[in-house]
């Protein structure tokens, strides 16, 4: 039989046997081991994470309300507060969207697709992580519930009118309706992080059910929890033209410093953002490593056979956890030294990470629904409405969301407030190109993904 797999059709891209499979049997029958070995790959990870820890990483990682703060200077800018406010609920309801079309792929196929301290944790404390992500929810949860008192109780209120109508353009844009799609930046960092519990599909039981449902609860969970923290937020902002010039460089500390009219106090829940920070830098470093990895498996990346190790004892990807902490402090020392440089790379990575969402969500809609059988959907299927809906939805939002964020931030436009993110992504892509064609091609090993691929191979 004429194959396109660099390996033995008899075993696993790890050298292990094909398990015995029943052929009639329904994805949702198997054990999770079976449907890893349908993919093509043998078990090597602990599946340690349940439903909960999983959950409560996805949250630290996304870590909505608290990224919301560090960055509603743009939409405050763009549009005011009804800019900050519209587009939140817009993202909210398009990352659900989003994140239920991911999730119903994760069900099919379920598999992995302070840095220090965050690489140790990683590397010598895994078997602590469940925990330290279950810890990281709580504080996350807490900081939220006591800064809403704080803020709800002591703060200088604004009107409802200021929050939802009063549109205020100072950006430079002419163009209203463009300088709020600009400010959507505000939004979008607040919905990333939620495809961790894709990335740690081999790491939790009954994954083909738990990880949709970690991933489309986060959103949900966050995304209300955003949602009133926004309000909140901006009922407490005071005057814009103080807010945007505040000496601090955030306005959510100047928010906290007027509101509490303490430094102490604005410090201290600055200090909760810090910490879950902290926790999302774990939580990073845990997901990304497992992209890593599982992109070396099939043989995706240079130096693919030294990333594709998993520690005998520790069961840990000790060389792929070192590579990305690597990366992130690399990232680290960029921002001290060109922040323009800096955000053209933040502005690449929501260009790369919602094309990487775009791509396996059309292939879903224009060819997956036309040939996958009911068997071998996972327990988390959308249906034959639903999920056409909300995976035209998700690339159609997507779009405007890629597009705009290629766009300066303000006019004119000078060299530090210019994106350089199409740059960036254009280098990179011709990086990947280059590669492929001198080296990749040659060893890439296209996944497994139809449970009958494998099934035919055992009988030829």
Not at 51 to 57: D, F, K, M, P, Y
Request: net charge neutral.
């Amino acid at each position: 039989m004429d194959t396109k797999f660099d390996m033995d059709v008899n075993e696993t891209k790890t050298g292990e046997p094909l398990r015995a499979i029943d052929s009639t049997a329904d994805n949702n029958a198997i054990s999770d081991e079976d449907r890893l070995a349908q993919l093509g790959h043998a078990q090597e990870l602990k599946r340690q994470f349940s439903l909960l820890t999983l959950g409560a990483l996805c949250l630290c990682l996304m870590a909505t309300w608290e990224a919301l703060s560090t960055v509603v200077a743009q939409a405050l800018l763009s549009g005011g507060a009804p800019c900050l406010f519209y587009n939140y609920v817009l993202f909210f309801v398009c990352s659900v969207c989003i994140a239920a079309s991911l999730g119903e792929i994760a069900s099919i196929y379920p598999t992995a697709g302070v840095l220090l301290y965050s690489s140790a944790l990683n590397i010598w404390g895994s078997r602590m992580l469940p925990h330290a992500n279950m810890i990281s929810g709580v504080i996350h949860v807490v900081a939220f519930v006591a800064i809403l008192i704080v803020l709800g109780v002591m703060a200088p209120k604004n009107t409802s009118s200021f929050v939802f109508t009063e549109f205020v353009n100072s950006s430079g844009w002419t163009n209203d309706g463009v300088s709020c799609l600009v400010g959507l930046i505000s939004a979008v960092y607040p919905f990333l992080g939620y495809d961790a519990a894709c990335h740690m599909a081999e790491e939790i039981p009954n994954a083909t059910r738990n990880v949709p449902i970690a991933m489309v609860g986060s959103v949900v969970a966050n995304g209300l929890m955003g949602l009133v923290y926004v309000v909140v937020l901006l009922f407490s902002t005071g005057s814009l033209e103080t807010l945007l010039a505040t000496p601090t460089g955030f306005p959510f500390t100047q928010i906290y410093l007027d509101a509490t009219k303490s430094r102490a106090g604005a410090t201290v829940m600055s200090l909760t953002l810090i910490t879950v920070a902290i926790a999302a830098t774990v939580g990073c470093i845990t997901s990304a490593s497992r992209t890593l990895w599982a992109f070396a498996r099939d043989k995706a990346v240079p130096f693919d056979a030294y990333f594709n190790h998993v520690h005998k004892d520790l069961q840990v990807l000790v060389r792929a956890i070192a590579v990305v902490t690597i990366m992130q402090l690399l990232l680290g020392f960029l921002y001290l030294g060109n922040t323009t440089a800096f955000n053209a790379v933040l502005s690449m990575a929501i260009i790369g990470i919602y094309l990487s969402y775009s791509i396996p969500i059309a292939y879903m809609l224009l060819v997956g629904r036309n040939r996958l059988t009911r068997k071998e959907y996972g327990p988390f299927r959308l249906g034959g409405f639903l999920g056409p809906v909300l995976n035209v939805v998700s690339l159609v939002w997507m779009t405007v969301v890629i597009i705009f964020s290629t766009f300066p931030s303000a006019q004119p436009v000078t060299a530090q407030n210019m994106n350089y993110s199409t740059v960036v992504m254009a280098g990179w892509l011709v990086s990947g190109l280059c590669y492929y064609f001198a080296r990749g091609h040659a060893k890439f090993e296209v996944p497994v993904v139809i449970s009958e691929v494998v099934e035919g191979v055992r009988g030829t």
